[in-house]
């Protein structure tokens, strides 16, 4: 299991950004692939995207392509989700996780989870 503590929800307007951080303060958090998921209110958990070790190498759910962006600092061990153009489906508790297996390939098995961040977006 990976510690990880997500930081950054919060309220916005429909059409605002912001700007999601996960640490995870692990020792070979640069090997692990890392994602984020979101579930809202009376529905499951969806995937929302995900970028592996290196950086370079990402993934996006339809719904959030071109508006959200997943990046990571290897040095700061932290993973980042900028949301952009951001509408009111979008609310929901945002959760990052990892796939600690050291560099791995797609798919992904997600198994560290954070406790999640809550953001709401107001039409």
């Known amino acids: 299991q990976v510690q990880l503590v997500e930081s950054g929800g919060g309220l916005v307007q429909a059409g605002g950004s912001l700007r999601l951080s996960c640490a995870a303060p692990?020792?070979?958090?640069?090997?692990?692939?890392m994602g984020w998921f979101r579930q809202a209110p009376g529905k499951e958990r969806e995937f929302v995207a995900a970028?592996?070790?290196?950086?370079?190498?990402?993934d996006y759910a339809d719904s959030v392509k071109g508006r959200f962006t997943i990046s990571r600092d290897n040095t700061k061990k932290t993973v980042y989700l900028q949301m952009s153009s951001l509408r009111p489906e979008d609310t929901a508790i945002y959760y990052c996780?990892?796939?600690?297996?050291?560099?791995?390939?797609?798919?992904?098995?997600?198994?560290?989870w954070g406790q999640g961040t809550q953001v709401t977006v107001s039409s």
């Open positions: 970028i592996k070790w290196g950086g370079s190498t990402t």
């Open positions: 996780a990892a796939d600690p297996r050291p560099y791995a390939g797609w798919p992904s098995t997600f198994n560290s």
């Open positions: 692990g020792r070979t958090f640069s090997s692990y692939t």
